[in-house]
């Protein structure tokens, strides 16, 4: 005769935000709380829920960039879109079972004020010993109850050149004593600097710098910083390892040139995700990134890229109004 043993229930609850020391947070509707591994995320109709170190490397990127250029996905669900003044904040906007379902959410926001949000959350929710702007060998880990801060790492101030980096006046080199010494993974990079002869009267006309030495001091990842700039033409060059933390949707098209090793790129649909391309660059190869796509790279060693933005403000309306081709040229 078969048996059937009963085991007794037991039951379980969940530590709060407030019992392991962190800060919850609103901003409109939504609500954001986190435990030791993840952060949650409430709003109208529905709750997200995103592991917390991937959260915090991206909302890190969102708040060093200003909300960055179009769209920045956390995820496939939760991100922000910049209207450079103003920003929506979205569960499911560009996700087409939200769309389809009706089950996404939109909330906006001044630009300032969500910032406002983000910074203290991400000061709050950034335990000590864990860098959000890091290779993930490179710090500490994010997990448990709250213990300390890293102000000093979450406060970093986005390098933005006005002309050159270098240049008398403008954003400084990188050097030992400045704190910034060469990266684990480019001590094969020279550090001499290039001659400069201008003819007398051109001393501030004419410059040059070590771009390779200069990246190899880098101490974030994914973090496009303008290192020169002529009118609206940017050239915001950049050191990448592991996993660019967020899904980039873009508002115009932007070029990529890969000056070393390698990094392999997903592009999909920006509005729904849909794969497109699987695109690998190596060294001395050259992509434009269309303005009607979202992208993640994976960089497998550290390896530096140089991205070409067009600041010119009109471009996001221009290419939504289809005056522009999304791509920059047909062959």
Known sequence: MATTTTLPMTKTSLRSATDLGYKTFTAGKFRFERDEYFAHIHFPGGRHIIAVDAFLRSLMRDVAWGFFYGTVNFDNVFGTVNHYGTVEMFAGLFNKGYKDANRHYVEKFQSTDLKATFEAMLIDWTNEGFDPFAAPEETGRPFGPKKGSNEKAVQRQRVVAQRMVGLKGDSPYRSDASGYPVNRQFTDVPQDEPEIHAEPGFETEVHAFNLYGYLSRSDVTWNPSVCSGVKDSLMCPTTEEYILPIIHGNDR???????????????????????????????????????????????????????????????????????????????
């Open 253 to 331: 098209v932007e070029w990529f040139i890969q000056a070393t090793d390698e990094i392999v790129w997903d592009v999909d649909d920006k509005n729904t995700g849909a794969p497109m391309a699987k695109v690998t660059m190596r060294a001395g190869d050259v992509a434009a990134m269309p303005a009607n796509i979202r992208h993640r790279g994976y960089s497998p060693k550290r390896s530096m890229l140089l991205v070409w933005e067009n600041n010119d403000g009109r471009l996001p309306s221009m290419y939504a109004n289809q005056e522009l081709k999304p791509y920059p040229v047909e062959f």
